[in-house]
C-alpha cells in the first residue's frame, strides 16, 4: 500500500501538467488516471516484492558485458546446437541447465558443474572420481 502511495504521489504532478492543456473533461485522456495510477503502482509493488537473486550465469554475463547472442554463440562454439537467446534467459532465471549443457557452460564460465546444478552434484563427483 505504501508504494502505491509513492508511485501515485510521484505521478500526479506530471498528469496535472497534462490535464492543464486539455479545455474541458471531455477532451481529458487521462479520465480514469487514479485507476491507472493505482494499476501502475499494483504492478510495481509486486515487482519489487518478487525480485530474485540474480543466477552466477547471469552475473558472469553481465560483468562481461555480453549479450545473450553473445553467449549463444559461445554455446555454439563449444559444439552444442545454438540454443535461442530465450532459452538462455529463462536458464538465468529460473530454469535448470540441462545436463549436456553442463560442460560447455563450465568451459566458457569456468563455474564449478556443482555450482550450476547442485542437485547433480553426486553425479559429477562420480564422473571426477573416474
Known amino acids: 500500500m505504501n ?6 504521489g510521484a505521478l500526479k504532478p506530471i498528469l496535472g501538467a497534462i490535464s492543464a492543456s486539455y479545455t474541458s473533461r471531455k477532451d481529458f485522456p487521462f479520465t480514469r488516471c487514479k485507476f491507472a495510477c493505482g494499476r501502475l503502482a499494483s504492478s510495481v509493488s509486486v515487482v519489487a516484492m518478487s525480485e530474485e537473486p540474480k543466477s552466477a550465469i547471469r552475473t558472469w554475463r553481465e560483468l562481461r558485458k555480453l ?15 545454438r540454443p535461442s537467446a530465450a532459452k538462455l534467459s529463462r536458464i538465468e532465471r529460473n530454469q535448470d541447465i540441462p545436463p549436456e549443457m553442463i560442460p560447455a557452460f563450465e568451459a566458457i564460465t569456468g563455474i564449478p ?16 572420481a573416474q
Not at 508504494?3 to 501515485?8: D, E, L, Q
Not at 549479450?67 to 546446437?81: F, I
Open 3 to 8: 508504494v502505491r502511495r509513492r508511485v501515485f
Open 113 to 128: 558443474a556443482k555450482e550450476q546444478r547442485p542437485d547433480l552434484a553426486k553425479i559429477f563427483d562420480r564422473e571426477a
Open 67 to 81: 549479450s545473450l547472442e553473445d553467449v549463444c554463440d559461445l554455446l555454439k562454439q563449444q559444439g552444442l546446437e
